[in-house]
């Protein structure tokens, strides 16, 4: 079944057909044990991808349950939680940690920009804080995090570090075995979902649980949930084939494919494609004179936020696109209306990405703009090809 638009949004991403038809397949019972060999496999893969010695958690839902179970399950109502917010996803954390009862804090960054790392640590300083919430990559501002930053300075005031990887998973390494400068600094949860870089259509929310944040689980009383306890799921998780509540079944089976697929590509390669991809992006949308929101060095391998130059009208730039079959995004918030968003991962391909580039060229032509569309694209494969380049 292929694609009959190029879906170019920051997710629900494109679908590949060994994706649909793993989909497709005939539903087995939720407790056989051909269909739990199957979930076992893809559990594996996504241990691998996280690096954890703790567990992995894939159940019905979006990301916002997945944000919702990362919290539930480490802070108690009443405890302290800081949120470095980087945009609309980050600030989503504080109406999760409201809805929960949690005392929750907010560092909101400006659209575009960092939370600077002094601030964070001056908060810290104040104590009490169980766990900082950490969005990747923000997908309303394309900004990316960084890690190696953050979690040593969220390590060393002993708190957990909770990473919302939805727009990041799969194409930015997540690796939950590293330690970041010292013994146990390391990231304890990483939650995401599966429409982005994973490839799968939306449906699922995947949290990995590292061992101190296990640990915290078990050291809490009842938490104030059914469904997202994971202590209603940790036993089905080592063995699918029991019951607690009903599977997804096709939707694993197409997530099973999708770890198939990120495996056979190899993590390390996956990544460094993102991370070309995006470069390679954003260098050839400048040469149409619009501008990225975000500098280089914390712009996002996943999505790009533009900015457009004067005059263009945002409304009849993206309809031209999606009468052509191409979709980008809308801007949120204080960037509505000022640019587009164009999602650039999972299982995308470079010649599908050319041909948007084509498409945008045109787009701004027919609004006046004296561009150059074959030059983009020129552009875009030197810059992927300089970036997948053997260091
Ligand atoms: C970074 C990030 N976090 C959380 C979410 C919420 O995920 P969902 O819409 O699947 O509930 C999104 C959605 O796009 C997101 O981009």
Not at 237 to 265: G, L
Request: net charge negative; with cysteine.
């Amino acid at each position: 079944m292929p694609n009959k638009e190029m879906l170019l949004i920051p997710g629900p991403t494109p679908v590949v057909d060994e994706i649909y038809e793993a989909l497709a397949q005939e539903t087995m019972s939720h407790t056989d044990l051909r269909f739990a060999k199957i979930f076992s496999e893809a559990l594996d893969i996504t241990r691998k991808m996280f690096n954890t010695d703790g567990e992995v958690f894939v159940v019905a839902g979006s990301g916002t349950l997945s944000m919702e179970m990362a919290l539930v399950n480490t802070v108690a109502p009443g405890e302290k939680l800081l949120v470095v917010s980087h945009g609309y996803f980050g600030d989503r954390f504080i109406g999760v940690a409201n809805a929960l009862g949690i005392q929750v804090e907010a560092l909101s960054a400006e659209w575009g920009k960092q939370v600077s790392t002094e601030l964070i640590e001056q908060k810290l300083r104040e104590g009490g804080f169980k766990a900082v919430t950490v969005t990747h990559v923000d997908t309303s501002t394309g900004v990316k995090s960084n890690l190696d930053e953050l979690v040593p300075i969220v390590k060393k005031y002993g708190a957990l570090f909770i990473l919302d990887g939805v727009c990041a998973s799969a194409a930015i390494e997540e690796d939950m075995g590293k330690e970041y400068g010292a013994a146990g600094y390391t990231i304890d949860v990483v939650l995401t979902a599966s429409q982005k870089a994973i490839g799968v259509p939306p449906g699922l929310a995947i949290v990995a649980f590292g061992p101190k944040a296990l640990e915290t689980r078990s050291q809490m009383d009842k938490v104030h949930c059914y469904y997202a306890d994971i202590n209603n799921w940790i036993h089905i998780m080592k063995e699918p084939f029991k019951y607690f509540a009903t599977h997804p079944i096709n939707m694993i089976y197409a997530y099973h494919r999708a770890m198939k697929i990120i495996e056979k590509e190899g993590f390390k390669t996956r990544y460094r494609r993102h991370n070309a991809i995006g470069k390679a992006i954003r260098a050839a949308i400048v040469t149409y004179g619009m501008s990225i929101l975000s500098r280089e060095e914390i712009a996002a391998p996943t999505l790009s936020c533009i900015l457009y130059p004067e005059g263009v009208d945002d409304q009849k730039f993206r309809t031209f696109l999606a009468q052509k079959g191409l979709i980008v995004a809308a801007h949120l918030g204080p960037l509505a209306g000022k640019g587009f968003r164009i999602g650039h991962m999972g299982n995308v391909t470079n010649d599908s990405l050319c041909r948007a580039l084509q498409l945008i060229g045109e787009a701004l032509q027919e609004q006046g703009l004296p561009v150059d569309p074959e030059r983009a694209v020129q552009v875009f494969k030197q810059v992927f090809a300089e970036n997948m380049e053997d260091v």
